[in-house]
């Protein structure tokens, strides 16, 4: 079982603009319908961002949360997992509202601040390339943007995770991240078993290379210790997503695809969803003999309370 590998779909994301794609899912049926076909390609684990359907923007909107996971539990049995990363607008409080609301098996929860940037996307693209008049300056916008997750913060989220039996999906977009998982570690706030994502590739955080995902790994080992964690890692653009996922596979981690990550699924061509990467990451994963874990799997290897025990 510990063998088998857990692949996670990210379908949106906060960082990718409908501009950026027409492949991108926006309303609450439309992400519900994406993260049930990324199901049935493979995907055991949905990590869900969700828009406001009338005009696309990143929401924290417990409803539009509710109505995803809804339309899941009834036709998957696939892992719904929300963020609590919100935007440069968003309160604490409100990034974390879906997790007592919805009490889900998991949800995310980061472990430190960073420079978290995508403003060179505003000068790829033309104002007529909109979809929404949002768009460009949301994304120049984040040249100022500090991704904040103090200790503080980590506090409120992980007690809130637990307080509602949500098991904490940590990411760590750097070294340091870990140094911080390490402190609330030896201070006895998180305790093992540990679930981490390795986040690689984002403007303010570590590299999307070998070296850099190597460090990650073996900073886990040294300070976390091997036996107490399992990972997944995410690498951004393409690519680094499919390059990192092999490497994760390599060392003995487990894999994360969506639009959220990488729009194309070759060089030059963009992905028709999200339920495509992971059709291509099942290819590669099975052509290095590894067998793809189901939900129910998954939650037996990460350790989660099962659908039975959620509040949606």
């Keep these: 079982m510990a063998d088998k590998l857990i692949i996670t779909a990210a379908l949106t994301g906060n960082i990718t603009l409908p501009m950026m794609t027409p492949a991108l899912p926006i309303t609450p049926e439309q992400i519900a319908e994406e993260a049930i076909r990324c199901a049935e390609a493979g995907a055991a684990s949905i990590h869900i961002h969700a828009r406001d359907p009338k005009d696309a923007r990143p929401s924290t909107n417990v409803d539009f949360y509710r109505e995803i996971a809804q339309r899941m539990k009834a ?18 409080a409100e990034r974390i509202k879906v997790v007592p609301a919805l009490k889900p098996e998991m949800a995310t929860c980061n472990m430190g601040s960073i420079n978290f940037s995508i403003h060179p996307v505003a000068e790829r693209y033309k104002d007529s390339d909109q979809k929404f008049p949002w768009e460009k300056e ?55 078993p540990i679930w981490m994502q390795f986040v690689t590739g984002i ?5 999307c290379d070998v070296d850099s995902i190597l460090a990650m790994k073996n900073t886990a080992d040294r300070l976390i210790g091997p036996q107490n964690y399992k990972f997944s890692t995410i690498g951004v653009g393409y690519p680094q997503e499919f390059n990192a996922n092999v490497l994760s596979i390599i060392l003995g981690g487990n894999v994360r695809v969506g639009l959220e990550d990488n729009l194309f699924i070759n060089k030059g061509v963009q992905a028709k969803g999200s339920w495509e990467l992971v059709e291509k990451m099942v290819r590669i994963a099975k052509e290095m003999g590894k067998e793809i874990a189901t939900p129910d799997e998954a939650r037996e290897i990460i350790g989660l309370k099962g659908l039975a025990k959620v509040g949606y």
């Design 75 to 92: 036709r998957t049995k696939a892992i719904f997992v929300p963020t609590t990363g919100g935007t440069a607008s968003m309160t604490i």
């Design 138 to 192: 949301f994304a120049a916008s984040t040249k100022d943007f500090v991704f904040k997750n103090s200790f503080a913060d980590i506090e409120y989220y992980y007690n809130t995770m637990i307080e509602n039996g949500t098991k904490p999906e940590f990411e760590l977009y750097d070294v340091g991240h870990l140094y911080n998982m390490a402190w609330f570690v030896r201070k006895g706030i998180i305790k093992a």
């Design 203 to 207: 403007l303010g955080g570590i590299g």
